[in-house]
Structures are given as structure tokens and as C-alpha cells.
């Protein structure tokens, strides 16, 4: 809706609309992860609101979008883990920001009127990714706080000491201070994680900021070292530091082997800062990791400290946001794709099209409730966007350039490779087919049961197909019955190519239980979980005979997974699969030297926390394999803490304020063994 000649009470009614739409929006960003708009879209949404409220000055509320902060720990995300909240020394606010040049150089304008002298920007790279503050006192970290609502952040102190770039100590420094800035993950880590979501069923993240948020909220410490998270810091602040200029602060962050930016650049004027801009809109394409603009910072501190604040964000700094590149193209069709667990993801086909240096002919639409949002129509021309500037997604229909003729793609309701009934879980956007012997799912679950990260055997996609279309294996103990006569009726396989595979799928029934577990591809169950519950439940009877309360005992494990671990036991096929693996001699129980030793931490729940001799895993299993049982945080129920070389400063707080005894590395020896 236009504001010209806009009525008072035509404002309102939109005021209250774009209000509702954006607290909206802000819970599915920040909370959720889950976001169902572009950036660019909700930024037009916000600059709208914020010129009908300058339309209209006594509409304007306290609590609206535009004055508020976007909050990451309003109404926990279903699933997600409590931590404990802090109130931030110094507020963590939000950046201005524009598409516009003309804005850019009125920004320019309000800080020269302001300055009356001459003065430097420092331009820098706008990371994708969650806002982070880190506290230091006397060069030790003591604190990581997301922004949380800019007042109030969550502590995840313990999942950022496992990003390696972080460091915990930077040696004697005499002055305390916070250290901001971005965590995020680099496309690499991004596609990985994405891959290993889709294999187990669960829906991939949007992007990589969403993927950096939700690792770093939702998951334990060891998950948090494995997702590949990185950090770029770009903002100190403290009393009486011994800076004149933000770009000078930054160079000694970076003495201190801070992980600083690269790609920074001091800027004289304006006409700088517009070449910075235009490189980066074009080099940003190459960079491991997704940028969406440019932050231009009055680098003298002093003229920051005179500029000040408004409510949202500071006065002298804003950011310049690239538009979204978008292609516009021909839908051509729609297919259907069945995954390993059942899931059937539509794709749609497309006249091929240049998008950031590479042609797309197709693109994910996610899910049915998707296709429905976007009104989506076969033969419409749809913009299509690179998420992360990774994978191709469409965001919008052209419906100005909609033929006569279009018609809805329709969704089906049986499966497209087996004539399945379709079904649709009310608590999940994703419609299944439940039949285990459809093609692409018996292959696929082959696929997924040889892979290097669960059984190793020696093969691919061609391999499973011709075995497959023989009728060699229809379930996964089939590969067990293999042999020499069988392998060399495949086209191309000779006599040295059959045997190297059988010698693979021999030495598989050496792979330790837990990737036997993760082989069977228990929906939502992933290489972690798998060795949680194993390092917990000790055998694979002890999964069978467990209730849905016994698998939420299991740290990390929640509702989600223990309802599929439980649907799964409850088949007598399933059980009888593991049957027939066990007598082909696959190791259905914890026989490491970790498992099943004594009972002498029986009752007694043990917070690990530090560095050791040994990986953190083998501790957490000692202390399972002694009757213990393993828990992340600290609280008036934890018999001992755990604490190695570099302890958690908080945990060994809590600890002592609760009364819970602190035992060395050295002691914990002592009790197990005595």
C-alpha cells in the first residue's frame, strides 16, 4: 500500500497489520530459524512501518518493530534447550540499514554536520550469521552472550569455547571488556550438515545464518566442535580503553589473535566507502561464507561517543544491504523426489537460467504448505534466489506474466515411484510414504547403510542399483548373502572387483555399535545421537525393551527422537533385520573397554567439563560404563563436577555455590578404580 494520501484511520489499519506480519517474522528469524520471507522483503515491510509512523507521530508505540530489537530468546523455539539468562552491561542493538546510495549519503551528511571536522569510516564485510558478545576479565573469556532482545542475552559459554578461532585466553591484559561480533558457518560446514539432515529425515536449514543460530542454541558442546562453526569479532567496548580509533582496537584484537576481519578497509569520504561497496557486491560471490552487505563505522571513537544512540541502534554507524540476485524464469514442471526416510520433496523444472555465475534448472520447493504459499502455478515465471548463495530456491511468482492456461501443480497423495498412500504428519510440513519397500527407499537405505560414516563397504549408487534390479537385495541383511557367483552375473564386474567387495562387506562386521545403530537409519537419529544412546544403553536388547521415559533419560535426546526410537523397536520386521544382521556377526552391543566395568558411580550424575588426557567422549563413556550417568549443566541434583585443564568458569561457580564436589581428572581415577 502506498502512503500518499493515506487516511488516519487507513494507517492505523496497516500500522497494525505490518506490526503483526513483522513480530511474526522476528519470531520465525530469530527463534525458530525458520524464516519465511527474504531479508529484502522484510526490510520493505519495516521501512513502510517506519514511514507510516513518521506519517502519523502519535501512532507510534513503544513496542513497536521499529524501536525494538529483534529477540532471540522471546517464546523458546519448540525442542530448544533453557540456558541460563544474563543482562547485558552495555545494550547490544541493531544496525540501520538501507539499499539506497541517496540514503547512504544522507547518513553521510547527518555525521559531517555533526563532526565539523574531518574524519575516517571504516568500511567493513556484513557477515551472515548471530550476533555474539564475549567478556573478558583479565584476558580470560568469562561469559558468551547471544543478543538475546539487547538487554538480556542467553549464556552459551560452553558451546562457544568449542569454536577454535575463540580464544580463551589471551594472556595479562589489564582492563576488562566485551569483544562483539558475528558466529557463523562457512558454506562448506553448511552443505555438510544440510546433507546429514536430509539423510536423517530432518528438514535442512534455510541458510547458513539459520544453521549457525540453531547450532549454537540447541545443541551440546561436543555437536556445537563438530558443526564447523567460525567467528569474525568487529566491535570492542569497555570503560577507559586505550583507543582513539575503532580501527586501531581492531589491530589489537588481532595482536591477540582475535579472529578479526581481512576484507576491512579504511575509508577517507564517501566517494571510498561507494568503491568499497561496488567491489564487494561482485567479489562477495567468492567468498567461502555468505555476506549480505557492507558496515560503514565513524572510525574516531570520540566522534561515536558524541554521535550517540537512538533507541534501536547507533547513530554512527549503518549498514549498506545487497539486494538479493534474482533470475527471473519459465516453471516448467514439478517432480517429486522420494527420500531414504520416506520424505517426498517437490522440485521444480526450470527454463535454465544464470544465477551468480552458475545456470539453474531446478530448484527445491520444499514442502506441499510451500507450493500452497506461494501460489505457485505450472508455466509461471518465478524468481529464484540462491539461499546462502548456495542452494537455488524460488521466492516468488511473477502473476502479472501468468498465462491463461496455468494450473496448479498437484500434490500427491500417492507415492510417485511405489502407489503408496501418501501421509502428512500434523506436527511436520514433509508428506511420507510409510511403505518400506518402495525402490527408492529400500536403495536409498542401502545407500545410507554403506556409507563411509556407517558401515564402510566398498560401493555406490551404481552398485546398489544393479543389485537392486537383480533382486539380489531387497533388505539390508541381503548384503550379507552375497557371493562370488552372484556378483560376477553384473555387467562389468570381474573376478578382482567382486572380491575387493566382498573383503569390504566382511571388515564391516567389525564397525563398533554405534555406527551400526546410525547404519540402520532410525529416522532423526544422526551420527551423534546414534553414539549417545549407545555410549548410554550399552546394547541394542537395552533399546528394545526401553519405554519412550527411558530414552528422555538419555541426555539430549527429546521428545522427537524418542517417539522414533520407540515406533522403530515396535516393529517386528525391524527387530527382525537386526536379528539376522547379529547372526552375520555386526556388533549389537558396547564391548569396548569403556563398557559395563562397575557399579561405583551408581546414582551418581557427573557435569564433565574442561579439557583431559583423553577425548571428552571417553570420559562421558567411563563414566556410563561405572553406573553413572552423564548431564550438561549443574544443579542442586549433580554429585560431582568433572573439571579438566580450562574448566568452565560458571559451571565451577555453580558448582560451589550448590554444594556439588569438584574432583580433578587424577581423583575421578580414583574413584572409578578403587
Avoid at 547527518?110 to 573478558?136: H, M, P, Q, W
Avoid at 561469559?143 to 562457544?160: F, I, P
Wanted: with cysteine; proline share 4%; charged share 30%.
Amino acid at each position: 500500500m502506498g502512503n500518499k494520501e493515506i487516511s488516519k484511520k487507513q494507517a492505523q489499519e496497516r500500522i497494525d497489520f505490518l506490526r503483526s506480519e513483522l513480530n511474526r517474522h522476528n519470531y520465525r528469524y530469530y527463534v525458530l530459524n525458520d524464516p519465511e520471507i527474504t531479508d529484502f522483503e522484510y526490510d520493505v515491510m519495516m521501512m513502510e512501518l517506519a514511514s507510516l509512523e513518521k506519517m502519523y507521530p502519535e501512532l507510534a508505540t513503544q513496542d513497536s518493530p521499529t524501536v525494538r530489537v529483534g529477540s532471540d530468546i522471546e517464546g523458546k523455539a519448540p525442542g530448544a534447550r533453557e540456558f541460563r539468562q544474563y543482562r547485558h552491561r552495555w545494550p547490544m542493538l541493531s544496525l540501520g540499514n538501507t539499499y539506497n546510495i541517496g540514503e547512504l549519503q544522507d547518513f553521510d551528511r547527518r555525521v559531517r554536520e555533526a563532526a565539523g571536522e574531518k574524519f575516517a569510516y571504516n568500511c567493513e564485510l556484513k557477515f551472515d550469521g548471530t550476533a555474539i558478545c564475549l567478556s573478558y576479565s583479565r584476558g580470560q573469556l568469562v561469559r558468551a552472550l547471544t543478543r538475546g532482545d539487547g538487554t538480556v542475552g542467553d549464556d552459551v559459554t560452553d558451546n562457544v569455547r568449542t569454536i577454535s578461532s575463540i580464544p580463551s585466553d589471551i594472556g595479562d591484559v589489564p582492563w576488562d571488556f566485551e569483544i562483539r561480533g558475528e558466529i557463523y558457518m562457512p558454506f562448506a560446514s553448511f552443505n555438510a550438515l544440510n546433507e546429514e539432515r536430509a539423510d536423517i529425515g530432518d528438514t535442512p536449514f534455510a541458510n547458513p545464518r539459520n544453521a549457525a543460530a540453531g547450532s549454537l542454541k540447541t545443541l551440546d558442546p561436543e555437536e556445537v566442535r563438530r558443526r564447523g562453526l567460525e567467528c569474525v569479532l568487529y566491535h570492542i567496548i569497555g570503560d577507559n580503553l586505550p583507543f582513539k580509533y575503532h580501527s586501531e582496537a581492531l589491530q589489537w584484537a588481532a595482536s591477540r589473535h582475535f579472529p578479526i576481519s581481512q576484507y576491512s578497509r579504511l575509508c577517507l569520504d564517501m566517494d571510498e566507502v561507494r568503491q568499497y561497496i561496488e567491489e564487494w557486491d561482485t567479489r562477495r560471490k567468492e567468498l567461502p561464507f555468505a555476506t549480505d552487505g557492507i558496515v560503514i563505522k565513524v572510525d574516531d571513537l570520540a566522534l561515536q561517543a558524541r554521535l550517540g544512540y537512538t533507541a534501536k541502534s547507533p547513530r554512527w554507524a549503518t549498514a549498506y544491504k545487497f539486494k538479493p540476485e534474482q533470475a527471473l524464469t519459465k516453471l516448467l514442471s514439478v517432480d517429486y523426489q522420494v527420500g531414504r526416510t520416506g520424505a517426498v520433496t517437490p522440485v521444480a523444472n526450470l527454463d535454465p537460467v544464470s544465477l551468480s555465475g552458475t545456470t539453474v534448472r531446478r530448484a527445491s520447493l520444499h514442502n506441499a504448505d510451500q507450493m500452497e504459499q506461494l501460489d505457485i502455478h505450472i508455466g509461471d515465471y518465478v524468481y529464484v534466489e540462491k539461499g546462502g548463495e548456495i542452494i537455488p530456491k524460488i521466492t516468488g511468482v511473477e502473476v502479472s506474466k501468468r498465462p491463461q492456461d496455468a494450473v496448479r501443480p498437484s500434490f500427491p497423495t500417492l507415492c510417485p515411484d511405489c502407489g503408496s498412500p501418501l501421509v502428512k504428519d500434523e506436527s511436520e510440513a514433509r508428506h511420507y510414504c510409510t511403505n518400506e519397500a518402495c525402490p527408492t527407499r529400500v536403495k536409498g537405505a542401502f545407500l545410507h547403510f554403506i556409507s563411509r560414516k556407517a558401515m564402510n563397504i566398498n560401493a555406490g549408487d551404481a552398485t546398489i542399483d544393479q543389485l537392486y534390479d537383480k533382486g539380489y537385495i531387497k533388505e539390508l541383511p541381503d548384503l550379507y548373502r552375497l557371493d562370488m557367483e552372484k556378483l560376477l552375473t553384473l555387467d562389468g564386474w570381474k573376478e578382482r572387483s567382486a572380491q575387493n567387495f566382498l573383503d569390504s562387506i566382511a571388515a564391516s562386521v567389525r564397525v563398533p555399535f554405534s555406527r551400526v545403530l546410525f547404519a540402520l537409519g532410525i529416522r532423526h537419529v544422526g551420527e551423534t545421537t546414534a553414539r549417545t544412546l549407545t555410549a548410554r544403553m550399552r546394547s541394542i536388547e537395552a533399546m528394545e525393551k526401553a519405554s519412550k521415559e527411558d530414552f528422555l533419560e538419555v541426555e539430549d535426546i527429546g521428545e522427537v527422537i524418542a517417539d522414533s526410537l520407540v515406533d522403530y523397536f515396535a516393529d517386528s520386521g525391524h527387530r527382525r533385520i537386526i536379528e539376522e544382521l547379529r547372526g552375520f556377526g555386526l556388533q549389537f552391543a558396547d564391548n569396548s573397554a569403556a563398557a559395563a566395568v562397575s557399579d561405583r558411580l551408581a546414582g551418581c550424575t557427573v557435569v564433565v567439563s574442561g579439557n583431559f588426557s583423553r577425548p571428552r567422549d571417553e570420559m562421558k563413556a567411563l563414566i556410563t560404563a561405572h553406573g553413572g550417568r552423564n548431564t550438561s549443566s549443574v544443579s542442586g541434583r549433580t554429585t560431582y563436577l568433572l573439571a579438566g585443564e580450562k574448566a568452565g568458569p560458571e559451571k565451577l561457580a555453580k558448582a560451589e555455590k550448590s554444594g556439588v564436589k569438584i574432583i580433578s581428572e587424577e581423583e575421578f581415577y580414583s574413584i572409578i578404580n578403587s
